[in-house]
């Protein structure tokens, strides 16, 4: 099998079959500087012309042009939809990472968040691990009913179960979040409902019992701040839907 290193390694060494000037030697270097800067993902997508060009001998100048147009025509195409494509926030227990309190996840397997994997539009976080909690921790709730609102400002705390006031990881993880969906430009995000730091319209009372109360969790609270759009892992469909409007705004 020739390889896409063999493959430019020989192109280098090999002149081509016409034209003394050298123009196509030096069209073909440019062309191997841009395959050795962007890796072997470029040629994914290459359309038939270039696919033939690329096995096809002898090598000529117009062939070594057309190689050259197509491998920038491909990075041309991926530039732009990288440049469409929003990104989206995701709680990483529900992309399988073993985070949460007890050492364990919560994967989900729905399809529109695998596509959206396999797109590479996806961002992981968890803030209470950001927040420099440790993997496992104790369970922790909002005091009071309160909500992460209340965290925020300063009028209620994040307890664990042990007593222990830990709002203060719970806010630095929630700074964690803004500085990611900063960062990467993210007007979407999808958390973990329920939780203390990601619940986005239900968070535990502060009881331990097990009873929920209709207030968003501490990060989700300042990403809703920033305006950003925040959906549980149940509301998949809805968040597809937005994201479909703000990528057909970029091309508009």
Same mark, same amino acid.
């Given at each position: 099998?020739i390889?896409?290193?063999?493959?430019?390694s020989?192109? =280098? !060494?090999? @002149?081509?079959?016409?034209?003394?000037?050298?123009s196509?030697?030096?069209?073909?270097?440019?062309?191997?500087?841009?395959?050795? @800067?962007?890796?072997?993902?470029?040629?994914?997508?290459?359309?038939?012309?270039?696919?033939?060009?690329?096995?096809?001998?002898?090598?000529t $100048?117009?062939?070594? &042009?057309?190689?050259?147009? *197509?491998?920038?025509e491909? $990075? $041309?195409?991926?530039? *732009? @939809?990288?440049?469409?494509?929003?990104?989206?926030?995701?709680?990483a227990?529900?992309? %399988?990472?073993?985070?949460?309190?007890?050492g *364990?996840? @919560?994967?989900? #397997?729905?399809?529109?968040l695998? &596509?959206?994997?396999? +797109?590479?539009?996806?961002?992981?976080?968890?803030?209470?691990?950001?927040?420099?909690?440790?993997?496992?921790?104790?369970?922790?709730?909002?005091? %009071?009913?309160?909500?992460?609102?209340?965290?925020?400002?300063?009028?209620?705390?994040?307890?664990?179960?042990?007593? &222990?006031?830990?709002?203060v990881?719970? !806010?630095?993880?929630?700074?964690?979040?803004? +500085?990611?969906?900063r960062? !990467? $430009?993210? !007007?979407?995000?999808?958390?973990?409902?329920?939780?203390?730091?990601?619940?986005?319209?239900?968070?535990?009372? %502060?009881?331990?019992? %097990? =009873?929920?109360?209709?207030?968003?969790?501490?990060?989700?609270? &300042?990403?809703?701040e920033?305006?950003?759009?925040?959906?549980?892992?149940?509301?998949?469909e +809805?968040? #597809?839907?937005?994201? =479909?409007?703000?990528?057909?705004?970029?091309?508009?």
């Open positions: 099998m390889t896409l290193g063999s493959r430019c020989y192109l =280098k !060494r090999r @002149k081509p079959s016409r034209g003394p000037d050298g196509a030697l030096k069209e073909i270097m440019r062309a191997y500087a841009l395959v050795g @800067k962007l890796g072997s993902s470029v040629f994914s997508g290459m359309n038939s012309e270039f696919l033939g060009v690329w096995a096809a001998a002898p090598l $100048h117009k062939k070594i &042009r057309i190689l050259s147009r *197509s491998i920038r491909n $990075h $041309h195409s991926r530039s *732009s @939809k990288s440049k469409i494509m929003e990104a989206i926030l995701v709680s227990c529900l992309l %399988g990472k073993r985070v949460r309190y007890n *364990s996840d @919560k994967r989900c #397997e729905h399809l529109i695998q &596509r959206w994997v396999q +797109e590479g539009r996806v961002v992981a976080v968890c803030p209470e691990v950001a927040g420099g909690l440790p993997i496992p921790r104790a369970p922790a709730e909002i005091e %009071g009913a309160a909500g992460g609102m209340a965290v925020l400002r300063g009028v209620a705390r994040v307890i664990d179960a042990d007593g &222990r006031d830990v709002s990881p719970f !806010r630095q993880g929630a700074e964690a979040a803004i +500085e990611l969906i960062s !990467r $430009h993210i !007007r979407i995000a999808v958390f973990k409902e329920n939780s203390p730091s990601c619940g986005s319209s239900f968070s535990y009372d %502060g009881t331990f019992t %097990g =009873k929920k109360v209709p207030f968003p969790g501490v990060s989700t609270a &300042r990403l809703q920033a305006g950003v759009h925040i959906f549980s892992e149940e509301q998949l +809805e968040a #597809e839907a937005l994201l =479909k409007q703000l990528e057909a705004e970029k091309t508009r």
